[in-house]
């Protein structure tokens, strides 16, 4: 979760948008980030005890339950699927800096997810996509994820 921190207090977002918060893991560090930053909104999209993925089900709490009180003025929570609640978001927020995605990890909502958050993106934006290997290799979603971007962002890289 360091790496949230690190991209959020270097990269400057003003806009950062994450799809399963779960309990505020994930969040809390790029929350952190925004706070020292001193700018910009982390909307976090979240289907709470709704969900329909076996591997993102509350177990203890709320989504968000863990993040610190005092970073929740710069988190914003959107109760519900990323089917319905994604698109509306981004018609709101126009660009975004940061995606990270850790909601269903089926391929069907990953491509959709990717597939909306492309029409919202600018040069310096940044993907992320957690849990993924199991499904796939590497290659595969490198492939996909050139196959999503390739008008905006032809060049794509992992860290193996």
């Known amino acids: ?15 950062i948008i994450e799809t ?7 969040a809390q560090t790029m929350l952190y ?10 909307h976090s999209i979240d289907s709470g005890d709704k ?19 005092f ?4 988190w914003k929570l959107h109760l519900g699927f990323s089917y319905d609640e994604l698109r509306p978001l981004l018609d709101d927020v126009k660009i975004v800096d940061l995606f990270f995605h850790d909601s269903d990890h089926s391929k069907k909502c990953i491509e959709f997810e990717f597939s909306e958050i492309v029409k919202n993106i600018n040069e310096n934006s940044l993907i992320g ?21 390739a008008k905006k962002r032809p060049n794509t890289h992992s860290q193996g």
């Open 20 to 26: 399963g918060t779960q309990n505020g893991g994930s």
């Open 71 to 74: 970073l929740k003025e710069r």
């Open 51 to 69: 969900s329909t993925d076996d591997t993102h089900t509350i177990t203890i709490g709320s989504p968000g339950e863990k993040i610190t009180e």
């Open 129 to 149: 996509l957690h849990d993924h290997y199991g499904q796939w290799d590497s290659q595969s979603i490198l492939n996909g994820f050139k196959q999503i971007f």
């Open 1 to 15: 979760m360091l790496i949230f921190y690190c991209i959020s207090i270097n990269f400057f977002a003003d806009n």
């Open 33 to 42: 980030g925004l706070y020292k930053n001193g700018k910009g909104v982390l």
